[in-house]
């Protein structure tokens, strides 16, 4: 064990980078046989069996050196809250739903009049939804906030 080489914050920067990376490693292993649709997307995954192949074995090397250093560093594992991985993204999504207004679309170009009494209600209720989702999941059956 290798522990003693690092000191607490050199310890917590290494976890939360192979954390990182490891949650990164999920999302493109689902990715690689995702078939999903929204409004405004879709998302049809295209890997041949050989590259899905592939790619599955680097991820399975790649997660034996993250379980090999978290072993060799004492590395704890973090138990995570999905309320509070939501309650992020929506709050961040939040922010990205105000430029949906009238007003900084002006960056991009003179505004039509009449665009402010169509968009701005639209954009202000995404908005409201996103924050009304987000204090869903922040207070739990518990009454906590994550």
Same mark, same amino acid.
């Given at each position: 064990?290798?522990?003693?080489? $690092?000191?607490?914050?050199?310890?917590?920067?290494?976890a939360?980078t192979?954390r990182?990376?490891? !949650?990164?490693?999920?999302?493109?292993?689902?990715?690689?046989?995702?078939? !999903?649709?929204?409004?405004?997307? !879709?998302?049809v995954?295209?890997?041949s069996p &050989?590259?899905?192949?592939?790619?599955?074995?680097?991820?399975?090397e790649?997660?034996?050196?993250?379980?090999?250093?978290?072993?060799?560093?004492?590395l704890?594992?973090?138990?995570?809250?999905?309320?509070?991985?939501?309650?992020?993204?929506?709050s961040?999504?939040?922010?990205?739903?105000?430029?949906?207004h009238?007003?900084? $679309?002006?960056?991009?170009?003179?505004?039509?009049?009449?665009?402010?009494e169509?968009?701005?209600?639209?954009?202000?209720?995404?908005?409201?939804l996103?924050?009304?989702? &987000? &204090?869903?999941a922040?207070?739990g059956?518990?009454?906590?906030?994550?």
């Amino acid at each position: 064990m290798h522990a003693h080489l $690092l000191n607490e914050k050199q310890k917590r920067s290494v976890a939360v980078t192979l954390r990182l990376f490891e !949650e990164r490693l999920t999302e493109v292993e689902r990715l690689l046989t995702v078939q !999903e649709r929204g409004v405004l997307y !879709e998302r049809v995954a295209h890997f041949s069996p &050989r590259q899905q192949e592939k790619m599955r074995a680097l991820i399975d090397e790649a997660r034996g050196v993250i379980q090999d250093m978290a072993r060799e560093f004492e590395l704890e594992r973090d138990i995570q809250n999905p309320a509070r991985r939501i309650f992020g993204l929506l709050s961040i999504t939040w922010e990205s739903l105000e430029e949906l207004h009238s007003k900084p $679309l002006k960056a991009y170009g003179a505004v039509d009049p009449r665009l402010p009494e169509v968009i701005d209600p639209l954009a202000e209720k995404l908005a409201r939804l996103a924050v009304e989702i &987000r &204090r869903a999941a922040a207070h739990g059956e518990d009454g906590k906030t994550p």
